[in-house]
């Protein structure tokens, strides 16, 4: 149980366009969602949290209009990147979890390549 | 504020060889700690999910020990196989549900 599945896992856009990420929480509903970035040899990064029904709270230094975080509804999350730049070009990884006992489930995780 | 810290950031030994991978957190008050697994351009794979109330866990190799008072973890890896080569990350949740993340250790298993 507790299966978090992102797609697309691989995306490569031009610069100045638009990609949204899906997260979906396949056997349990999750209220908060997370939303991490990770450049190479470098370690994950939380850009922001997504709360079902109301705004996402975005870590220091996320540009809020850049990426936009919607969830709305229980077993769905989407950040999408607007006007893509080559430096946006990284891993993003969405995570939730069932429960705090249960621990955190991760999706697989999608590269992003802006050219 | 939680700190986590991983030790060593890289380990490189036989394969056959028993080893241990240390996780530190600076605040006892914490929900639970997991360990988890992340292979070159993948995402991350969940291994031991330990509660704070629990002192271990097991999954078939792989052994998690908790020390909430010391503030430590250690993920041992019996029998260590080139396939266990990944980096390990050491997270805490804590009061506020929150992740809080280690920088992970880089760990080659050489044939």
């Known amino acids: 149980g507790a299966v978090v599945s992102q797609h697309p896992s691989r995306v490569i856009c031009k610069s100045g366009t638009s990609v949204k990420i899906e997260c979906r929480s396949l056997d349990f509903q999750a209220t908060t969602m997370f939303w991490y970035r990770q450049f190479p040899k470098q370690s994950l990064m939380l850009m922001a949290t997504?709360?079902?029904?109301?705004?996402?709270?975005?870590e220091q230094g996320v540009e809020k209009d850049k990426f936009l975080i919607n969830h709305a509804s229980l077993t769905l999350s989407t950040l999408t990147v607007t006007s893509a730049h080559p430096e946006d070009s990284s891993f993003y990884i969405c995570?939730?979890?069932?429960?705090?006992?249960?621990?955190?489930?991760f999706g697989s995780g999608t590269r992003l390549t802006v050219v | 504020k939680q700190e986590v810290t991983q030790i060593p950031a890289a380990l490189s030994v036989p394969e056959g060889e028993n080893l241990v991978l240390n996780c530190s957190f600076t605040d006892s008050a914490i929900y639970n700690l997991q360990w988890f697994r992340q292979d070159p351009g993948k995402g991350l794979t969940s291994l031991l999910l330990i509660q704070s109330s629990q002192r271990e866990q097991t999954s078939g190799r792989l052994n998690a020990s908790l020390d909430k008072s010391s503030g430590r973890s250690t993920l041992y890896i019996a029998a260590s196989q080139p396939g266990d080569s990944a980096t390990y990350l050491c997270?805490?949740?804590?009061?506020?549900?929150?992740?809080?993340w280690g920088a992970g250790t880089k760990l080659i298993i050489k044939p």
């Open positions: 997270a805490v949740m804590d009061s506020n549900y929150q992740l809080i």
């Open positions: 995570s939730a979890h069932p429960s705090a006992n249960y621990g955190y489930t």
């Open positions: 997504s709360n079902e029904g109301s705004k996402a709270t975005y």
